[in-house]
């Protein structure tokens, strides 16, 4: 599996992001955003038409149905709502009637709407820091089903919430939103892939884990053994330029931190990188690993064949 890399690419060049792409990904991730913030907004004309029933702000304080959402429009977001008592509560509410709504006289309906989608919008925020991340997992998830359903191979997901191992059902749409591993057998083996996993050999969190194992074989002992481990990688998602730099050095220090901790243990299984946002300079670096093997393989997020080439060189391993 030496110089797979070369499958589906030809110089460091073939690595960047072109600009067609960056713009591609800038609105995909606004469409993303506009998806998360629909609950809130439906949210907030429910709350609009339950909160028009009070003829003045105080009489909110005995709708029942809207006390939650009174604390949101007070500021107190949902994780700090579980650190408080109910006097706290009622404090927090009491200040944004006193200060707000009462101020804004009869448009005070509109001034608790107002308020509340202001703190949504920071929880919004929050869940959008690593939104580049959780599109890239989708993408990769997305191409490697792809994968099996052609090659005809029967799969196993496991569900990030349930922890469940599951066969892949015939209709697997929006299967991706929900996915923290999947498990298959190739050529070689059982090969199971798990995502964000913290690798107790390296003591930190790695993005993709290959495991030369079946799904029901997965456990922390596994974990704790060097030789289950046949890849580990990076995917970073950011598409915006400027931080791309960043996102790099970051994923770099983590693969350094791969081979060294692997190394100790006499073991080297094949590392590879994945990003959306490649500029030339990090390009250029990325390629001088492939040639030099301290990188197994690399793509560009943004490039459909470069993910189904290593695609298809992470299922053959």
């Not at 101020?103 to 580049?132: C, K, W």
């Not at 923290?180 to 892939?193: D, I, P």
């Not at 029901?216 to 995917?235: D, F, K, N």
């Not at 990090?282 to 793509?299: Q, V």
């Amino acid at each position: 599996m030496s110089n797979f890399y070369r499958e589906h690419l030809k110089s460091s060049k073939d690595l960047e992001t072109p600009y067609e792409a960056v713009r591609a990904g800038f609105v995909a991730l606004a469409l993303e955003k506009n998806r998360r913030a629909t609950p809130f907004v439906a949210m907030a004309r429910a709350l609009k038409a339950a909160a028009s029933k009070a003829s003045t702000p105080k009489d909110l304080l005995a709708i029942s149905e809207i006390q939650a959402a009174l604390l949101t429009a007070a500021g107190v977001s949902d994780k700090a709502t579980n650190h408080l008592e109910a006097t706290d509560k009622a404090e927090a509410i009491r200040g944004l009637i006193k200060t707000f709504l009462e101020p804004a006289g009869a448009n005070f309906v509109e001034e608790l709407v107002f308020r509340f989608l202001l703190t949504r919008g920071d929880t919004l925020g929050g869940s959008m820091r690593n939104i580049g991340g959780f599109m890239a997992q989708k993408k990769l998830t997305r191409s490697l089903i792809a994968h099996f359903k052609l090659a005809g191979k029967s799969c196993q997901w496991l569900h990030t919430e349930t922890k469940v191992w599951s066969d892949l059902p015939n209709d697997d749409t929006d299967i991706e939103l929900g996915l923290h591993g999947l498990s298959w057998v190739s050529e070689k083996g059982h090969r199971t892939l798990i995502y964000n996993l913290k690798v107790p050999i390296v003591r930190n969190n790695v993005d993709l884990s290959l495991f030369d194992c079946a799904a029901a074989q997965i456990s922390p002992g596994v974990y704790r053994r060097p030789g289950a481990y046949l890849a580990l990688g990076e995917l970073k998602g950011g598409i915006d330029p400027a931080g791309a730099d960043e996102h790099w050095k970051t994923a770099r220090s983590a693969l350094n931190r791969i081979n060294a901790a692997f190394a100790k243990k006499r073991q080297r299984p094949c590392t590879f990188f994945i990003g959306a946002a490649i500029e030339a300079k990090m390009a250029s670096e990325i390629w001088t690993l492939l040639k030099d093997g301290g990188l197994e393989n690399a793509a560009n997020l943004t490039d459909e064949n470069q993910i189904a080439s290593i695609t298809r060189w992470l299922c053959a391993l």
